[in-house]
């Protein structure tokens, strides 16, 4: 199992990087109004000024993206489960009738949602997602005397950009300080699976095993719903830079989004830092043994195929699959992969053909400018650009 430096175990208390409350903050005052009016008393020494806005900067931010996420996760199900208007599905009209059913849920729930109409931009979108306010933040904080949230912040930035080797040495300095307790130097960001994930490898550890079944069967729920979450944010606007036919502008956003969708699993795949290329997987390494010791044996032997669907040729596994199959109360019905696991599987083997296809199939001789040509050609004489496809899989 997995060793566990400091910075993860110590990441398990999770509170909140303010004590803000959204209301407080001006309706007027956009996410990109409050990061400006921060970083401008960052660079004018107004310190506490500083905390204030690139806290409540961070809190509309984490509220913005929750409020999107939440309407198109919540859209795309009510549209799904709706009444069709009409019983045969023509030429995939069914497949537009849902998408225009979602527009229109998604454009209640904006104006449902307090009227919000903040759209963050790309720019600050990226600022944000980098953790770029923790990079004045955390020093705003030590001016103010709160060295523990100094340091909190400086491991937050860390997180995400561990190469940083100013900030590094900058922690290293927090934590001799007086006043910087280690075990509360935490990462403001973490999501909600990761301290579960610790809370149950720890259990693992102990051989407290319905703390570890417990926990890791909540941490693997809590992650996949935020994978969701991650994915429903990939829906955004998509700037083609051209003006394509209506097939090739449906492929282009698809795809677009599609590969952002793939690149979720990466981002969800850092415990604070480290890096686990098979962190979902691993939730069922833990289950089965723990289920085992519990003499679970139905629960041990899903969990066995379950993680056998994402690494099929691991050894100690299927070594510990034939270990079960040999015991007397087991069946084989018992390997049966968990629902979350087949259709998690199948919709990423998919996604992945349709990926490989689009980079291995969409290659043409035409040189940049002739591409260039093409896209001017088709802004003003509508002519066909079914190639320039091309431009969706270029890294």
């Not at 523990?148 to 100013?166: C, E, G, I, M, R």
């Not at 809590?222 to 998509?238: D, I, K, N, V, W």
């Not at 070594?319 to 629902?339: C, G, H």
């Not at 083997?349 to 490989?356: A, G, V």
């Amino acid at each position: 199992m997995p060793n566990l430096t400091w910075a993860l175990l110590y990441a398990v208390i999770i509170t909140s990087v303010t004590h803000v409350r959204l209301d407080e903050v001006k309706d007027c005052e956009t996410v990109a109004a409050l990061y400006e009016e921060g970083t401008q008393a960052y660079l004018e020494e107004r310190f506490p000024v500083c905390v204030e806005k690139l806290e409540q900067a961070l809190e509309k931010y984490r509220w913005q993206r929750r409020n999107t996420q939440n309407c198109r996760l919540k859209c795309k199900q009510e549209s799904e489960a709706s009444d069709t208007l009409f019983p045969v599905d023509i030429e995939n009209l069914r497949f537009f009738e849902k998408n225009i059913k979602n527009t229109l849920c998604l454009i209640n729930c904006k104006i449902d949602s307090n009227g919000n109409n903040d759209n963050v931009d790309d720019e600050i979108q990226k600022l944000f997602e980098e953790r770029k306010p923790y990079e004045y933040l955390h020093l705003c904080y030590f001016k103010v005397n709160d060295v523990q949230k100094a340091a909190s912040a400086a491991f937050t930035y860390l997180v995400l950009n561990p190469d940083h080797k100013v900030m590094a040495k900058t922690l290293k300095q927090y934590s001799e300080l007086p006043g910087v307790d280690l075990k509360d130097v935490i990462n403001f960001e973490a999501k909600d699976f990761v301290y579960l994930y610790v809370y149950g490898s720890d259990a693992y550890e102990k051989k407290d095993w319905d703390n570890a079944i417990n926990n890791m069967e909540e941490s693997l729920a809590s992650y996949l719903h935020e994978e969701e979450e991650c994915r429903a944010q990939c829906e955004g606007p998509f700037d083609a830079g051209w003006y394509p036919d209506f097939v090739p502008a449906i492929a282009n956003h698809f795809t677009y989004v599609l590969k952002c969708k793939q690149g979720c699993k990466k981002k969800l795949g850092s415990l604070n830092g480290e890096i686990h290329a098979d962190l979902l997987a691993s939730h069922y390494n833990y289950l089965q043994y723990a289920y085992f010791k519990k003499r679970n044996l139905y629960a041990a032997c899903q969990a066995v195929a379950s993680y056998l669907l994402f690494l099929p040729d691991d050894e100690s596994m299927l070594a510990n699959m034939e270990y079960y199959q040999k015991l007397p109360k087991v069946q084989d019905s018992f390997f049966t992969p968990r629902e979350e696991v087949i259709r998690y599987v199948q919709r990423d083997t998919y996604e992945e053909r349709i990926l490989r296809y689009i980079k291995n199939e969409f290659k043409f001789s035409k040189t940049s400018a002739q591409i260039a040509e093409a896209k001017e050609d088709s802004a003003s004489d509508n002519e066909s650009t079914d190639n320039d496809i091309d431009d969706i899989v270029s890294d």
